[in-house]
T-cell receptor
Framework: GAGVSQSPRYKVAKRGQDVALRCDPI?????LFWYQQALGQGPEFLTY????????KSGLPSDRFFAERPEGSVSTLKIQRTQQEDSAVYLC????????????FGQGTRLTVV | DQQVKQNSPSLSVQEGRISILNCDYT??????FLWYKKYPAEGPTFLIS?????DKNEDGRFTVFLNKSAKHLSLHIVPSQPGDSAVYFC????????????FGKGTSLLVTP
């Protein structure tokens, strides 16, 4: 497709359940980013990949969060044992170069933990 | 600790008038600044950016001004149109880790006919 695609668009998880969120970046984009946007807040950086290498995971809030991009294209953000504070929109973005400046964002996955 | 601040949660402007959205930052290491526009249920869309070596960048109806000494930037939209109604996020990128954007909380702009 032409843009960054994320799936599912909406996910409702019971507390304690594991979830996996998928991101298909724009073809050829080297860099991929995950952001978390809580209600009423701006997006907050979670992690950054350059091709398949995860160069920065400093924004991941806990060790329950794990991201991968094994072939340098599609990425998955996994959250284990979800908690209510994990409820947020998870945004994926990609860009041609390493600098996340003109990054293109997907529509996001809205995760609700009940 | 919020390093990028948008102190006005909302702004209402009449169609045809100028919209001015403000943004302040605290980290002097930020050297690249961007504005993103977001419609409901969509991801943020890049609008305009400015490097710290400039104090103004213009793209059609959109102009971003940067005042480094005051650590302040603003986005001017003129003339404002109803289709500009959206949430506008200010974001900044530091020189040493340019891949991570720091976002403000956003300002919701409503342009009324």
């Amino acid at each position: 497709g032409a843009g960054v695609s994320q799936s599912p668009r909406y996910k409702v998880a019971k507390r304690g359940q594991d979830v996996a969120l998928r991101c298909d970046p724009i073809s050829g984009h080297v860099s991929l980013f995950w952001y978390q946007q809580a209600l009423g807040q701006g997006p907050e950086f979670l992690t950054y990949f350059q091709n398949e290498a995860q160069l920065d995971k400093s924004g991941l809030p806990s060790d329950r969060f794990f991201a991968e991009r094994p072939e340098g294209s599609v990425s998955t953000l996994k959250i284990q044992r979800t908690q209510q504070e994990d409820s947020a929109v998870y945004l994926c973005a990609s860009s041609l170069v390493g600098r996340g400046t003109e990054a293109f964002f997907g529509q996001g996955t809205r995760l609700t933990v009940v | 600790d919020q390093q990028v601040k948008q102190n006005s949660p909302s702004l209402s402007v009449q169609e045809g008038r100028i919209s001015i959205l403000n943004c302040d930052y605290t980290n002097s290491m930020f050297d690249y600044f961007l504005w993103y526009k977001k419609y409901p249920a969509e991801g943020p869309t890049f609008l305009i950016s400015i490097s710290s070596i400039k104090d103004k960048n213009e793209d059609g109806r959109f102009t971003v001004f940067l005042n480094k000494s005051a650590k302040h930037l603003s986005l001017h939209i003129v003339p404002s149109q109803p289709g500009d109604s959206a949430v506008y996020f200010c974001a900044a990128s530091p020189a040493d880790s340019g891949y991570a954007l720091n976002f403000g909380k956003g300002t919701s702009l409503l342009v009324t006919p």
